[in-house]
């Protein structure tokens, strides 16, 4: 490649870069312009390839910007950071152990609170409901929730 080529090379890189291409976008664009030059040359008399491969270089800026504004950057899989959001063993063992007391706290409560307990938080059924289902008032079935609440708190406390 001759130092006319070269120098022309340098000036559309140049012209790229004062665009605000990176030296390595720039290269790329260059080499591609390059390309469709000798495409174009394959079948058209090309009079000045200088200038073509300058237009087609900028173009091919504009469109890369186009895309990069519509579709987001372009991330290679080697740049990319995969994060594990997977619980680690220390937090998996302790929430068996809190599963384990909480179910032993469950156990503590008479049959009637633990059953209005679990329906209420577990089944998601209304204290009206629940009212409906035991044939007492709202206001019991909510003392038997605050109830159970409360002691269950007491019990995991520190956990």
Not at 18 to 30: I, T
Not at 34 to 55: G, H, N, S
Not at 144 to 153: F, G, P
Request: glycine residues 6%; proline residues 1%.
């Amino acid at each position: 490649m001759n130092s006319n080529w070269q120098s022309a090379f340098s000036r559309i890189r140049a012209a790229l870069m004062r665009r605000g291409s990176s030296v390595q976008d720039a290269e790329d664009l260059v080499q591609e312009a390059w390309v469709r030059l000798a495409c174009y040359a394959r079948d058209q008399v090309v009079e000045q390839p200088v200038a073509f491969m300058m237009r087609a270089a900028l173009n091919l800026s504009v469109d890369a910007h186009r895309i990069r504004v519509s579709h987001g950057e372009e991330v290679l899989l080697e740049e990319v950071v995969l994060l594990d959001t997977a619980p680690g063993t220390e937090a998996i063992v302790l929430a068996r152990e809190r599963m384990a007391r909480l179910s032993l706290g469950l156990g503590r409560l008479n049959d009637k609170t633990r059953d209005i307990f679990l329906c209420h938080r577990v089944e998601g059924m209304t204290y009206e409901e629940i009212a409906h289902r035991h044939g007492m008032s709202i206001s019991t079935v909510e003392k038997y929730v605050a109830k159970a609440t409360l002691q269950l708190t007491s019990w995991m406390e520190g956990w």
